[in-house]
């Protein structure tokens, strides 16, 4: 795997290996990942992977993996019945709910560590995947844990 950084981006070269053994399909595809093991989204969802805390646009996954944005957006709706976003969002969300149960931080710094800019837009995502706030749900989660 090469990685090189280009307009604040990480990107990632990943080899062509036969054997599925490599360190990078065990990052993405491994049990805890939320990514599906699809052979041929392996290199996007890598590129997610590596850069979901930055501010990512369908345009920069697609030029990484060296597809058109529509070519990519149909496929990746096609294999999995998500979207290319869909996918960012719900990898930052995952990260945050993470930090959230595992760290003492604001909520507004999570936020920021998982790619958002915009501290409301990223309350609005939580909030729709969850149905409950970013501080409501870790109490309730934490007051779970406890039990």
């Not at 049990?31 to 392996?42: A, E, G, K, M, T």
């Not at 496929?75 to 999995?80: E, F, P």
């Not at 710094?109 to 790619?115: M, P, R, S, T, W």
Request: aromatic share 10%; hydrophobic share 35%; charged share 25%.
């Amino acid at each position: 795997m090469a990685t090189f950084t280009e307009n604040g981006l990480v990107r990632v070269n990943l080899k062509q290996e036969k054997s599925s053994t490599n360190k990078e399909s065990k990052k993405v595809n491994t049990q805890d990942s939320i990514f599906p093991s699809i052979p041929r989204l392996h290199k996007v969802f890598e590129f997610i992977e590596v850069n979901y805390h930055q501010s990512i646009r369908l345009k920069e996954v697609a030029q990484a993996v060296g597809y058109s944005s529509a070519y990519l957006t149909d496929l990746v709706r096609k294999l999995t019945g998500k979207t290319v976003n869909n996918w960012i969002i719900e990898r930052r969300i995952a990260e945050a709910s993470t930090l959230l149960l595992e760290t003492n931080d604001s909520v507004d710094d999570i936020a920021l560590k998982v790619g958002y800019q915009n501290i409301n837009h990223f309350y609005c995502q939580f909030r729709d995947y969850y149905q409950n706030t970013p501080c409501a749900w870790r109490k309730i989660q934490r007051s779970h844990s406890l039990l």
